[in-house]
T-cell receptor
Framework: KAGVTQTPRYLIKTRGQQVTLSCSPI?????VSWYQQTPGQGLQFLFE???????NKGNFPGRFSGRQFSNSRSEMNVSTLELGDSALYLC???????????FGEGSRLTVL | DAKTTQPNSMESNEEEPVHLPCNHS???????IHWYRQLPSQGPEYVIH???SNVNNRMASLAIAEDRKSSTLILHRATLRDAAVYYC?????????????FGKGTLLTVNP
């Protein structure tokens, strides 16, 4: 059974650019959530999707957005990148919103 | 969000039991206690969860205090592969907000 797949694994952007990260959940999982991990702030919840609907959103500015497609794949977008957006972005999927989370290996974003 | 308190770090020897404590004095009646761990360069991994009764699975045991204000994750025989950051998380099951709020976690070092 394939795990959660995140692409790209590594990317470098410059300030002001925008970035799109992709997450393919485990087959059959309809719930996808995103987290940002930095050394200073640890793991912080970004948002959660279930059946293409955003159910919860964390305390991040509007530059951070996401969506989920009918096949449960999800993307998150960060516009007007800032240096502080450099982080590991983790995606997790689960069968149900309250189910066990399965995390991907993350996309490491560096903003220069 | 209900918060948890964990020691920053703990050390253990290989093949010895490890008891990882977690305090959650503001836990509500609908909060489940979840444990996840994060191995180096990987996304978090589910370990175990429980509500009131002690729980066992192939990875670990979870002992929950009678008043639910604290819990302990027990690794019965630590191996080098158990070296990771362990997160104790409260997850509300009573509403629609199932997000995980991660704290700083406990860094477990296992000595050979």
């Amino acid at each position: 059974k394939a795990g959660v797949t995140q692409t790209p694994r590594y990317l470098i952007k410059t300030r002001g650019q925008q970035v799109t990260l992709s997450c393919s959940p485990i087959s059959g999982h309809r719930s996808v959530s995103w987290y940002q991990q930095t050394p200073g702030q640890g793991l912080q919840f970004l948002f959660e999707y279930f059946s293409e609907t955003q159910r919860n959103k964390g305390n991040f500015p509007g530059r951070f957005s996401g969506r989920q497609f009918s096949n449960s794949r999800s993307e998150m977008n960060v516009s007007t990148l800032e240096l502080g957006d450099s982080a590991l972005y983790l995606c997790a999927s689960s069968l149900r919103p309250d189910g066990e989370l399965f995390f991907g290996e993350g996309s490491r974003l560096t903003v220069l | 969000d209900a918060k948890t308190t964990q020691p920053n770090s703990m050390e253990s020897n290989e093949e010895e039991p490890v008891h990882l404590p977690c305090n959650h004095s503001t836990i509500s009646g609908t909060d489940y206690i979840h444990w996840y761990r994060q191995l180096p360069s990987q996304g978090p991994e589910y370990v175990i969860h429980g509500l009131t009764s002690n729980v066992n699975n192939r990875m670990a045991s979870l002992a929950i205090a009678e008043d639910r204000k604290s819990s302990t994750l027990i690794l019965h025989r630590a191996t080098l592969r158990d070296a990771a950051v362990y997160y104790c998380i409260l997850r509300d099951s009573g509403g629609s907000n199932y997000k995980l709020t991660f704290g700083k976690g406990t860094l477990l070092t296992v000595n050979p």
